[in-house]
């Protein structure tokens, strides 16, 4: 099994920032396509960005101009930087990448209160 592993969530104040990092458990994993959902209570997992192996983007209209997704391509990495944060941001995250199969990370916590 291949896991992806995520690191970064946390708590943090409105207007804050926070650094999500995805990495797959293997070496010799590749993607074609990464990046993050996430999921508040009561709602529907929802898309945050992903980006393509052409470093091609997709952003939530919500999230556009705050976030920005990247990737590395050697290490098949995907990082989501979360700038200007805000309550609305509060959810779990899960790294997501499309390979041969799709594969979701356990989540991280990301809360933004005062």
């Known amino acids: 099994q291949v896991q992806l592993v995520e690191s970064g969530g946390g708590l943090v104040q409105p207007g804050g920032f926070l650094r999500l990092s995805c990495a797959p458990s293997?070496?010799?994993?590749?993607?074609?396509?990464m990046g993050w959902y996430r999921q508040a209570p009561g709602k529907q997992r929802e898309l945050v960005a992903v980006?393509?192996?052409?470093?091609?983007?997709n952003y939530a209209d919500s999230v556009k101009g705050r976030f920005t997704i990247s990737r590395d391509n050697a290490k098949n990495t995907v990082v989501l930087q979360m700038n200007s944060l805000k309550p609305e941001d509060t959810a779990v995250y899960y790294c997501?990448?499309?390979?041969?199969?799709?594969?979701w990370g356990p989540g991280t916590q990301v809360t933004v209160s005062s």
């Open positions: 997501y990448a499309l390979s041969r199969a799709h594969y």
């Open positions: 293997a070496n010799t994993f590749s993607s074609s396509t």
């Open positions: 980006i393509s192996k052409d470093d091609t983007t």
